[in-house]
Structure formats: C-alpha cells, structure tokens
C-alpha cells in the first residue's frame, strides 16, 4: 500500500478564496501524482457532499472529501491557511483543510485507514501539532505516527 | 451512566468516525461508559445486544438513518446531526442524562408491556435534532422517511408483484377475473367467495394470483405504517398503518398513503410532546397515543379524504365519457397520463375502469392504450436503473430487476417504489412516457380484447408490432426524463451513501427471502380487491 500522504500532498501556505477554491488547489496536487485521474469529476463529487453539508468543523477545520469514480487510492493532502477559508463552521473560518480522497470501490483496509485518521482529527493535540509544522516532511511523518502507528 | 451511541454521515469516511471519538473522549472524561456503532463506509461493527440492553440511553449523531433503529426502542434516545457529536460532544452528554431523567419516572412501569418488556426501558423521549436549520434539514428528514417506508415495502411489492406475474403466465388475461368475478370474452365468471373453492375455480394460477394480490393489499398500508415508524417510532406503526389500509379502502392509492403516512408520523410527534399529568403518564405509549392518534387519522382518511376522493372519481369518469368521440389520440395520451399519474391510485384507476367499459361496449383500442400505457412506469424504471445505476440506491436497484417483469405484464404498481421516494421528479416522468405511449397506440389502432396480462395476453392483441413499438417509445421518453430529472436535481452521480442506510434496512427487512425487490402493481383494481 503506497503513503497516504506525501510531501507534495502538503501545502502550508494554502490560498484560497472559498472552500471550493481550496479543495480545487489541494485537489491538483493530487491530480499531477496521478492518484486523482479526472480532476473536475472527483471535484464535482467533493461540492455534490459539501452542498449536501458543508464539511467545517468548530475548531478551525475542513475536510472537503468523496468517495469518487475518480480517485485510485485513499489519499490525504492537507493545506494550512493564515487567512482561513470559510467551510461554514458555527465558529468561523478554517485554518487547517484535509482533502480526503477516497475511491469509490475502497477496501475495508484503506476505509480503515481512512477511520483511523478521521478519529485524529478530534483530538486538539494533533491539530496543535499541525499548527506548529514548519515543514511539509514533518506534517507527513505525523501523520504517519498518529494515523499508521510508524 | 452507560451508553450506546451510532454514528453515521452521507459518505461515511470522515465524520462518522470523527462523532465516533469525539463522544468517546467526552465519556472518557466525565467517567462515563459508551459504545459507538460507526456506520460508515468501513462497515460497523454492530452493538451487542447486551451492550444495548445494558446502556441507559442512546445517542444517534447521525446525517442519515440509522439502520437497525429498531434494536433501540425503548431506550432513552438523543438524536442530533453528527457535528453536533464532534463539537459539543460534552453537551450531548448532558443531554442524554436529561433523557434518562425525563423518561425514568413517567415510563418506567408502563414501558414494559408496551416494549415486550425485555428490557424493562423506559419510553423514547424522542429529542430530534438540536442544531441544523431549517427546510433543507427538513428535506433531508422528510426523504429518509419516505425511503424508510419504501424500503420496507420493496419486498411486498417483489413477493407480491411476481406472484401475479406468474399467475398471468400460466393463467392468462382471465386469471383476475376467476379469482374476482367479471365478464371476459363474454363469459361471466362469478368469483371466489369461498376460498375453499379456489383451486377449483380458478386453479392453481388462481392460487398464485390470490397470493400476489394479498401481498399487494398490504403495500401502502406497509408503506404508510413505516414512513410513520421511521418518524415516530413504534408508536407511529399503529397509525400509520391504518390510514394505509384506509387509503387502500377508499381509492386513495400509494400517494394517500404517503401523505397518510406523514401526517400519521406528525401526528405521534406531536403527541408525545404532550407532557401529561402524572395520572396518566404510565398510559401514554400504550393506549393514549394509540388510541387518540388513530381515531383522529381514521376520521380524516374516512370523513376529510374519502368523499372528495370519490366526488374527483365521479367527475373525472363523466368527463372521459364526455370526451368519446374526440380526437383518439390527444385520448390516448390522457389516458397515458391517468395511468401514471398515481400508479394504481384513484386517477389510475378511472382511466383502467374506463378502458373495461369501453371493452365491454366492444371498443378494443381504448383498452389497449390503457394496457400499454400501464407497462411503461415499471419497465422505464428498470431501464433507468440499468442505464444510470448510480442514480438509483441499492434497493431501488434491486426493484429495478424485478420491475422489468411487472411491467411486462401490466403491473402499474412496480414503479411505485422510485415514485414514492422520489415523486416529484419520477411521476411528471412516467406521465409523459404513458402519454406518449397511449397516443401512439390509438394512433396505430392497436387493439386489446383483455383487461389484463400484459405481454403474456400478446394473442389477443390487434396489431402487435406496432403495439409493441408504442410501447417501447413511451419507455424510451420516460427513462430519459427519469435520468434528466434526477441528474438535474441532484447534481450529477456522486455515490451517495446515505441512500445505502435505508436500503439496507429493506435488506435486514428481507433478510429471509433474499428475492429481488420490486415494484408492484396491479394497475386494476380487481387485483386489489
């Protein structure tokens, strides 16, 4: 199973006007790795699930996501933005954003994995550790500390 | 406390699982015990029975339906949108200890009978939704009810529905009419009013028939009941059901028993809100709600609904009989139109009674329009599920295999199951396939000397290829605005999870007879008679 996040899935100066903005930005990561093979598609599938329910989350997050036709292996890319970027929290604006892509076919394995990173997002130790990144390489090794356990 | 709690959203990769931790960290914290069901994409790992019976209330954070609610009746119950677990997952804490504390002195003891008593529960105090807003919550809510309904009703309209089919295979046009009594190239069959008899009589294609026809009875009164079920419980089931079995008995057909279904469902809510005083709070479940809910349903199914129902019957069917004599085709396609309109309801109905009269008085092409235009919903819906399957939820899916069958043999009702989930956009559909059907068919002069059947009476029809050929065009319209108006509606073919919840519960309902779902119908109200 390759990485769920590289550090070209990284992008600590995200800037984006709005949400779908973000999710197009992060999205083309993604697209020129190859793993996203039709970028408007899997972007329509991602606003299909935002406009059923924005994704933001109090506490400054947003997780644009889909499972899509489009997708060919669960992939995180993450974006942190200093202005933030509206996903329609009850508290504001989002400063850290997890594009999660997923194939529509997906596995247990990787919907697994996929679980697993969803349940550390709650928790404000690893938001905070995300805050703090400095570089792309260390948002990828936490991930892979606190998502895969190495 | 100890507590269960399911969590689920529409794709079910990310904030299932987020509500999921987020409310066990809360526990956690306050000392709490919980156990979370994440109904995501992942695949749940179901709570324990013990687990169920052992919690003191229930948390649904949940987007869509909850599938398996019904292992939770009786048991305290919050339910909010499953941000409102990842955000305030303390405050949905406080509020099932509420829930324990409202439910505990007024529920107790009445509860036990009420819920069969295995657990000793107190009754739901049903909390919807704390925070989401407004009408597009609404819309949400108001289609997992409808689908809710629709899942459980699949399997009859399958069962049902294939019964009947095989009953015209092997028994021909004239099966129904053994079975119900009626005249059929001119001879009269008295019907079976002693079921003794019925083999006999009728013979074994009578046997299937009646068999089909008694699962088809139960079609909108299963509907009805579990749309008001997915709203309110199994308080709801009571009143629910029997305004479905009222709709069926004044004409009112599967969208009497949707609205009835609703309003049954609005009803037990709103009731339950009613904090009573203490005397009578232990009655409340078992014979209050029941009974007022009931009584105030039947009255308006019977009284409000029924008369205006007949009254538009009465009117409808002199203006058809005024219309003899007009342009044949602009008949037909109205015909087309009735047929759709309502699959099986009041409207169908008096364009199939006036198809009979008009076999009856030797005019064969009036029927024949009325037949093909009968057989288009079920098979545009097949079609459009094998076309555009991702439009379509897994039980619909599976209706769309069977509803191939029904349609070929005159089984309006197949298409029931997309029209009640989705009305607004499958009826205008369907209509204008029928339409185009029944104009087509006058305008060929095809002809049917029977009133039932379907493709399997195809000898008795005049002018069969061209029949045929309406038929298939009035398909071919109706899948096209099927698909146009789904993909239109709903932006594109994005999978969408939430459409699994209910459809697995009509596979937990089916569990037992793994059959195809489908749609039923019986455009003819001597089937259901």
Known sequence: MSDLITPDFVDLDLVAADRHEAAFSLASRLADDGRVTDLAGFLADVRAREEQMPTGIEGGIGIPHARSAHVTEPTLAFGRSAAGIDFRAEDGPADLVFLIAAPAGGDTDHLTILASLARRLVHASFRQALRDATDPQTVVDLVNKEVLGR | ?529
Not at chain 2, 312 to 324: N, V
Request: glycine share 14%.
């Open chain 2, 1 to 529: 406390m100890k507590l269960v709690a399911v969590t689920a959203c529409p794709t079910g990769i990310a904030h299932t699982y987020m509500a999921a931790e987020a409310l066990e960290q809360a526990a956690k914290d306050a000392g709490h015990q919980i156990s979370v069901e994440t109904q995501g994409a992942a695949g749940a790992v179901p709570l324990t029975a013990a687990q169920i019976a052992d919690a003191d209330a229930v948390i649904f954070a949940v987007d869509v339906e909850v599938r398996g609610r019904d292992r939770f009746a009786g048991k305290p119950t919050v339910e909010a949108p499953v941000k409102k677990a990842i955000s305030g997952s303390v405050e949905l804490l406080a509020r099932a200890e509420e829930a324990i504390r409202q439910a505990g002195p007024a529920g107790a003891p009445a509860a036990a009978p009420a819920t069969g008593g295995a657990d000793g529960a107190p009754a739901p105090v049903n909390a919807p939704s704390g925070g989401g807003s407004s009408a597009a919550r609404f819309g949400t809510h108001l289609r997992q009810w409808m689908m809710t309904g629709v899942s459980y009703m699949i399997p009859f309209v399958a069962a049902g529905g294939i019964l009947i089919a095989l009953a015209f295979m092997f028994g021909g046009a004239e099966v129904a009419m053994k079975v119900n009594g009626g005249v059929f190239q001119g001879h009269t069959y008295p019907g079976v009013t002693d079921l003794s008899k019925l083999i006999d009589q009728a013979g074994y294609a009578g046997v299937l028939f009646k068999i089909g026809s008694t699962a088809f009875s139960m079609l909108v009164p299963v509907l009805a009941g579990f749309i008001a079920y997915a709203m309110a419980d199994r308080q709801g089931l009571v009143p629910g059901i029997v305004s479905g079995l009222l709709a069926s008995a004044i004409g009112a057909g599967f969208l009497g028993g949707l609205v009835g279904g609703l309003l049954a469902g609005a009803l037990v809510l709103g009731l339950t809100r009613y904090k009573p005083p203490r005397a009578i709070a232990g009655i409340m479940p078992v014979v209050v709600i029941p009974l007022v809910s009931t009584l105030i349903m039947g009255v308006l199914m019977l009284v409000v609904i029924g008369e205006p129902i007949a009254a538009a019957q009465r009117g409808l069917t002199d203006w058809l009989g005024s219309l003899t004599g007009t342009n044949a085709i602009l008949l037909g396609a109205l015909l087309g139109l009735m047929m759709a309109f309502d699959l099986g309801g009041p409207v169908n109905k008096v364009a199939y009674t006036f198809g009979v009269g008009s076999l009856a008085s030797g005019e064969l092409k009036v029927m024949a329009a009325v037949m093909a235009a009968g057989m288009v919903p079920p098979i545009a819906m097949a079609l459009s599920t094998v076309v555009r399957p991702r439009l379509f939820n897994d039980g619909e899916r599976k209706a769309g295999e069977a509803a191939w069958l029904l349609g070929a043999s005159f089984i309006t009702e197949g298409a029931i199951p997309f029209a009640a989930a989705d009305p607004l956009r499958v009826l205008p559909s369907l209509m204008a396939g029928s339409a185009t059907t029944g104009a087509l068919s006058m305008a060929f002069g095809a002809t049917s000397r029977a009133p039932h059947g379907g493709l399997w009476v195809i000898g008795l029809i005049g002018r069969p290829g061209l029949y045929l050929l309406a038929i298939v065009a009035g398909v071919l319209v109706a899948a096209a605005c099927v698909i146009g108006a789904k993909q239109l509606g709903r932006g594109g073919v994005t999978d969408r999870a939430e459409d699994e919840a209910p459809a697995a519960a009509a596979a937990a309902a089916a569990e037992t007879d793994g059959a195809p779902a489908a749609g039923p119908a019986v455009s003819h109200e001597a089937l259901v008679s």
